[in-house]
């Protein structure tokens, strides 16, 4: 069994990973930190949690008692953690904040996105887990950056108000955000840092505009990104394309048929779906923020870390109504 504890065990992305690991037959959850709520029982805060678990927050990490631990943490925090606990090297560290997805000196996290590095990840202590958004978004576009033929990048993507934390907001507050849609950071969402430095790695020529206006919906969980560039492809090659690259991927593939958010809410899937419109070719990619785009993947990556069946945990249903 793979032992594992979580940092920053009351926020959703941690609810999301206490779910998923409960039922997953190789792991046992040994511990989970919170600051905001140590010493209380993990099914006071995560509700749909009672009668899984008899788990208890704790107060102190004790890493001599786990083989992984995931930084469920807000922007900023997994650093600062990091910093002021001393983790011995053979604990693995998977982080789902922001922290150390991007290339720097002194930076050994290798960034987890399955689809583009699943041999790194195999071999990886550290690994940094891929953005909601940035997930989406990269799954529709990294096939054309490997063939070198991405162009200038238009991208709208709508999600859901989960992507935003546990802690009550303006544009999260039901009377606002229900029967309603807005834009946000349009042009100048963060997630564009991790998606370039990815397109670049794979098309070091890329160099024209990668353009992003994000969406706020009025549903909990769900990314749908609708991507579209300039292609000389015709619709069969651009289809052959993808299939070819997602070929041994196993939660990521194309369909023919439209796609839509139910299909893969609940799921770790990424379901794609591409078209030709004139000189246009349009990319639908549709993802559960929290589990494809963060906890769902970030068990993926441990799966990967620690040799096992990629798919262990992750038989998940999707909610179709
Ligand atoms: N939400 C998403 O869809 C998503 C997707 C991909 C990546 N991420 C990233 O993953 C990280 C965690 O995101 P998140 O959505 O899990 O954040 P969150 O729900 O806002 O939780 C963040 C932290 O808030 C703390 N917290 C403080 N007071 C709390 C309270 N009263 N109730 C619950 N939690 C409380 C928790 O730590 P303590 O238990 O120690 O207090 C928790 O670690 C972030 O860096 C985020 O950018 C999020």
Request: net charge negative; proline share 3%.
């Amino acid at each position: 069994m793979i032992k594992v504890g979580i940092a920053g065990g009351a926020g959703y992305t941690a609810g999301e990973l206490i779910r998923i690991l409960l039922g997953h037959p190789q792991a046992e959850l040994v511990w989970i930190l919170s600051g905001s709520h140590a010493h209380e029982p993990v099914h006071k805060v995560h509700r749909d949690l009672l009668g899984d678990t008899d788990l208890v927050f704790v107060e102190k990490p004790d890493f001599s008692a786990v083989d992984v631990v995931f930084f469920c943490m807000g922007h900023g925090k997994s650093a600062a953690f990091l910093e002021g606990h001393s983790i011995p090297d053979r604990v693995k560290i998977i982080d789902l904040s922001h922290d150390y997805r991007l290339k720097a000196e002194g930076n050994d996290f290798v960034y987890g996105l399955p689809e583009m590095s699943r041999e790194a990840i195999q071999e990886a202590t550290h690994v940094a887990n891929p953005g909601c958004f940035a997930t989406a978004i990269q799954l529709a576009l990294l096939p054309l950056a490997d063939a070198g033929l991405l162009t200038e990048v238009h991208i709208h993507a709508i999600t859901g108000s989960t992507g935003a934390g546990q802690a009550p907001s303006g544009t999260t507050h039901f009377s606002w955000r229900n029967n309603n849609i807005s834009v946000y950071k349009a042009f100048g969402h963060q997630h564009l840092q991790e998606i370039g430095q990815s397109l670049k790695a794979l098309m070091p020529a890329f160099d024209a505009a990668v353009n992003f206006v994000p969406l706020r919906g009025d549903f909990a969980r769900g990314i749908l990104a609708s991507v579209y560039l300039d292609c000389d492809l015709s619709q069969e090659e651009a289809c052959r394309l993808f299939d070819r690259y997602y070929e041994t991927a196993v939660f990521t593939s194309r369909f023919e048929e439209n796609i839509d958010l139910k299909q893969v809410v609940n799921t770790n899937k990424c379901l794609l779906h591409v078209a030709k419109y004139d000189g246009k070719l349009h990319v639908t990619s549709v993802i559960d923020n929290l589990t494809k785009g963060a906890s769902g993947q970030a068990i993926h990556n441990m799966n990967l870390m620690f040799g096992i069946a990629e798919k262990t945990g992750l038989y998940l249903k999707p909610s179709a109504f």
